[in-house]
């Protein structure tokens, strides 16, 4: 039996470059041999070690599951690796991908179009040339609900102010608006899940991530 | 700039074909010099894969611009990496000269 095909990996943004070249090899013969970084894997790089996304998040965006987008990030940063350590040169393509544009429509001439070169903004419609466009999707990722929900709070050591916590900032980085001293993070034993709360969240995200 | 129309006929009367891939003819019009050429459609009636075949198609004769009612789910992967633009305009009863003449304004 054939094994299942692979998931197609949605790439938004493609790298600007084509790949790195090291320079300064102490035994060097003229020829550098290369590591083949893949598309899918420098998407990965992008948006996890870029952008600053988790990795459920960035699978979102890469639309594949969060284990797989693990996978493809673990192997981005091992290839990266070999290439530093082995003095090796680095060429991204490859891999199992489609890039994804930006889709608008005309107000004018009611047509939709989309946006393959990312370079370049569009501000008038290709078709008539008319400038009131819009943007088709809503392109700014917003956090899954049980991600964002986070009951924690921040609480300053000095003066006992108390304010939510803000999800992906940590405690010790916000400011007392009172004192001026480094928050930290209220320990709440009553806030401890059970197993069966979490298993009923992750169920409840499939569900979602199937159907919404 | 070459921009790439689907039609159902081979003159400026007919209207704008609602398929891609299984369109009676593609027109490919210059912005610049104003020359067309009407390409009759090769894969109107092959089984399957008509879609890339046309893109192909598209390709070869350096059109940047696509204009038709709908596409296939093969195409956008296709014209993405080609960097060639879909236009989508669910007006079928627009004629070929209504949009060469959108396109000129």
């Given at each position: 039996m054939s094994p299942r095909p692979t998931r197609l990996r949605k790439i938004s943004n493609p790298p600007l470059i084509s790949g790195f070249k090291p320079y300064g090899a102490k035994n060097s013969n003229g020829k550098t041999e290369a590591v083949f970084l893949h598309f899918e894997e420098y998407e990965a790089l992008r948006l996890c070690d870029y952008e600053l996304l988790n990795h459920l998040q960035a699978s979102i965006i890469m639309d594949v599951s969060r284990p797989t987008l693990t996978r493809i990030y673990a192997k981005a940063r091992q290839k990266i690796a070999e290439a530093l350590v082995q003095g090796k040169q680095i060429i991204i393509e490859g891999g199992k991908i489609y890039f994804d544009s930006e889709w608008f429509s005309c107000k004018s001439c009611r047509c939709y179009f989309n946006n393959p070169d990312k370079q370049e903004e569009i501000k008038k419609c290709p078709l008539c040339g008319s400038g009131t466009i819009s943007n088709c999707q809503e392109l700014f990722y917003e956090p899954e609900e049980s991600v964002s929900r986070c009951r924690d709070i921040c609480i300053c050591p000095k003066c006992d102010y108390e304010q939510p916590h803000k999800f992906g900032v940590p405690c010790k980085s916000e400011i007392c608006p009172v004192c001026g001293h480094n928050m930290l993070k209220k320990i709440m034993p009553q806030n401890k899940k059970t197993t069966k709360e979490k298993k009923d969240e992750s169920s409840n995200y499939k569900y979602r991530k199937q159907f919404g | 700039m070459k921009v790439a129309i689907t039609s159902t006929g081979n003159s400026l009367d007919n209207k704008l074909d609602q398929r891609f891939g299984r369109c009676s003819y593609f027109i490919i019009y210059?912005?610049?010099?104003k020359g067309m050429e009407f390409i009759p459609n090769?894969?109107?009636?092959?089984?399957?894969g008509a879609g890339p075949a046309s893109v192909q198609l598209i390709a070869s004769r350096n059109a940047q611009k696509i204009i038709s009612g709908e596409f296939g789910i093969k195409i956008k992967s296709l014209l993405d990496s080609l960097k060639i633009q879909m236009i989508v305009l669910k007006e079928p009863e627009k004629t070929i000269r209504e949009i060469i003449n959108m396109l000129n304004q």
């Open positions: - | 210059d912005t610049e010099t090769p894969n109107k009636d092959v089984q399957a």
